[in-house]
């Protein structure tokens, strides 16, 4: 495992803002092919769960990004 957090830290370290794109849309895409498959009685629950993981990783995202901002204006 740690092999593994080595190499996407490397990754990260050579990619770009495009390939970090491209990341996004590619796991965006995977999740509404996932949305597309699941079925009716259980879209609500899944929705659910869809957006508390949104916010639970979206919140430390944005605080890090705003502490570059600020790092950088200072």
């Given at each position: 495992m740690k092999k593994l957090f080595y190499y996407a830290n490397q990754y990260i370290q050579k990619s770009s803002w495009?390939?970090?794109?491209?990341i996004k849309f590619c796991l965006f895409?995977?999740?509404i092919l996932a949305g597309?498959?699941?079925p009716e009685k259980?879209?609500?629950?899944?929705?659910?769960?869809?957006?508390?993981?949104f916010t639970v990783t979206y919140i430390p995202l944005m605080m890090k990004f705003i502490s570059?901002?600020?790092e950088k204006e200072e």
């Open positions: 495009k390939d970090l794109a491209l895409s995977m999740g597309i498959s699941i259980r879209k609500e629950r899944a929705g659910i769960i869809a957006a508390f993981v570059v901002v600020r």
